[in-house]
């Protein structure tokens, strides 16, 4: 029995040192094939610096489910400018996305040289205080544009985030005769941002940076309907007089208070390069409700071009409601 126990486990240690042998030849082969592999130079992950690689997107996201290609584009909302009793009383509400057209790691010589996106936005003013007319009117407002991220320093910490280019952007009312409104446009938006000191959670489609301001041109075609309009009503204005050709835009970021209530956010847009006697802004502020995706909403608009049927009328009303992002 002792000469069989001893045969035994000289027979396993012998293999156990096999087997080791055979592990440590692997490890020298992989080694040897990883240094001659040739690098490739249109793959992103190999021709960036160490530090640039761990903040890559391509790093941060290793081992996790890919984001998803549709986000929120313009605020969701749904707000209501006075009390539901009132026969005025109207809810106004709006619904933006956008898709990604292709996959965000798509590369070609280390840059997405074609950020393509399709969005979709649908803005209503639905009159809940009237029964024979329940919505006066639904913008629909779909794009296609490409979003190039620039991210280069201007000074200190404001720098120009990004550069966006559309080449069709549509909007119309689908209603029909007089009321019918629609127009298309070809813009560039040049996008600024003023980084946080502190880093910004983005909650609800929030900004990622303290400020933003951006500027938007464009150039406007198929609208001579509403100009035929305008004559019918005996006035000399043309419609780009209201929408003018261009828009300005500025958001801040928890700027009020701190503590649980810090996620809030203030945006101001006007309309430029449009008569000088037809100003229009609009102020929007949310306030993120804590443990929630949704945020207290308060809009005031005051000018013409609130939607496409009041155009040329001019008005200025404040809505209070919810927003939220998905």
């Known amino acids: 029995m002792v000469a069989f126990v001893t045969v035994l486990l000289v027979s396993i240690n012998n ?48 081992g996790q489910k890919p984001e ?69 009117e639904t913008n629909y407002n779909p794009e296609f544009f490409l979003d190039y991220s620039v991210n280069v320093a201007i000074l200190n910490r404001f720098k120009l985030q990004s550069i966006v280019i559309s080449p069709i952007e549509h909007e119309s009312n689908g209603l029909a005769g007089m009321q019918s409104r629609s127009w298309n446009r070809q813009y560039v938006l040049l996008r600024f941002g003023l980084e946080s000191k502190e880093k910004l959670e983005v909650t609800n489609s929030f900004l990622s940076d303290k400020a933003l301001l951006y500027v938007k041109l464009w150039y406007a075609s198929s609208y001579s309907e509403q100009n035929d309009y305008l004559q019918s009503i005996g006035s000399n204005n043309k419609f780009l007089d209201y929408m003018g050709q261009g828009e300005i835009g500025i958001s ?31 102020f929007e502020f949310r306030q993120q409700l804590p443990d929630l995706n949704f945020a207290v909403y308060m809009q005031y608009w005051y ?24």
């Not at 040192?17 to 992989?30: K, T």
């Not at 393509?116 to 919505?135: D, E």
């Not at 013409?304 to 209070?320: A, I, K, M, N, P």
């Open 15 to 62: 293999t156990s040192g096999d087997h080791l042998e055979h592990n440590d030849s692997l490890r020298m082969i992989q080694k040897a094939d990883t240094a001659n592999q040739q690098l490739d130079m249109n793959n992103p992950k190999l021709t960036l610096s160490a530090e640039q690689q761990q903040n890559s997107k391509h790093n941060s996201n290793a």
């Open 68 to 136: 998803s290609p549709v986000s929120t584009h313009k605020v969701n909302y749904l707000s209501i400018n006075q009390l539901p009793g009132n026969n005025n009383a109207q809810i106004k509400f709006q619904i933006s996305m956008k898709v990604h057209v292709l996959e965000p790691n798509l590369y070609f010589l280390k840059y997405d040289i074609f950020p393509a996106y399709v969005s979709y936005s649908q803005k209503s003013l639905w009159n809940v205080g009237q029964k024979s007319q329940p919505f006066e």
């Open 252 to 282: 801040v970021r928890n700027f009020l208070w701190g503590g649980s209530l810090k996620d809030h956010q203030m945006d101001i847009k006007t309309l430029i390069v449009q008569n000088i006697n037809n100003v229009s802004c609009e």
């Open 303 to 326: 000018g013409y071009g609130e939607t496409l049927l009041r155009f040329d009328q001019f008005g200025h009303r404040g809505f209070v409601g919810l927003s939220f992002s998905y």
